[in-house]
């Protein structure tokens, strides 16, 4: 069955630093999902990740999938106030299993 | 542009009530599915369907049924409301194939069970 592990759990950083989310999981699928969820909002799409190597960016986020390591990174560059929320990634077919999430907030 | 509608987005139960939370889309999505998000948690899938008449059980089924007779609804009834059911709940849709890259989630409905 698949199971979908996010660390760390809550991530809190200062303004203009890097940090990186990880996502593993444990069986193959055909995609990976990155989604944000702002407190009491519903979950916005960030990136799909369909293909082993696949690297994707949006302005200061990058994620990238390693299909073969069952696991994808969400890359966070020069961090701003306004990344805080809860990061979640999902894999699977059809059955989308989601990870615990990530809470983070960035201290200016 | 609807998307996923939700409906209703606020409801109180008495244990024991019944009640249905209404899905509908417009994209003409054939994969659909319910979650369910208690607080400070993530997602978790109750039940999800590839087309109209097709529905199979999520991480967490009991106490929920979904039926599928249409390609844009996918109602999810909560049979005998518990307090433990007590919870936020999405509805959510992608197409198929090569063009369903991205997972569509409705606003939420907030249910509680007193």
């Known amino acids: 069955e698949l199971k979908v592990e996010q660390n760390p759990l809550f991530l809190s950083m200062q303004e203009g630093k890097n940090y990186t989310i990880y996502c593993n999981y444990s069986?193959?699928?055909?995609?990976l999902y990155w989604y944000r969820q702002d407190p009491g909002k519903s979950l916005e799409s960030l990136f799909v990740?369909?293909?082993?190597?696949a690297v994707k960016q949006e302005g200061r986020l990058m994620a990238s999938l390693d299909t073969k390591a069952r696991l994808s990174t969400l890359h966070i560059t020069a961090a701003v106030h306004d990344l805080s929320a809860t990061y979640f990634c999902?894999?699977?077919?059809?059955?989308?299993?989601f990870g615990t999430g990530t809470r983070l907030k960035v201290l200016a | 542009n609807a998307g996923v509608t939700q409906t209703p987005k606020f409801q109180v139960l008495k244990t024991g009530q019944s009640m249905t939370l209404q899905c509908a889309q417009d994209?003409?999505?054939?994969?659909m599915s319910w979650y369910r998000q208690d607080p400070g948690m993530g997602l978790r899938l109750i039940h999800y369907s590839v087309g109209a008449g097709i529905t199979d059980q999520g991480e967490v089924p009991n106490g929920y049924n979904v039926s599928r007779s249409t390609t844009e609804d996918f109602p999810l009834r909560l049979l005998s409301a518990a307090p433990s059911q007590t919870s936020v709940y999405f509805c959510a849709s992608r197409a198929q194939g090569s063009s369903g890259n991205t997972i569509y989630f409705g606003e939420g409905s907030w249910l509680t069970v007193v």
């Open positions: 069986t193959t699928s055909d995609r």
């Open positions: 990740l369909l293909s082993n190597g």
């Open positions: 994209m003409n999505h054939e994969y």
């Open positions: 999902t894999s699977g077919t059809y059955k989308y299993i």
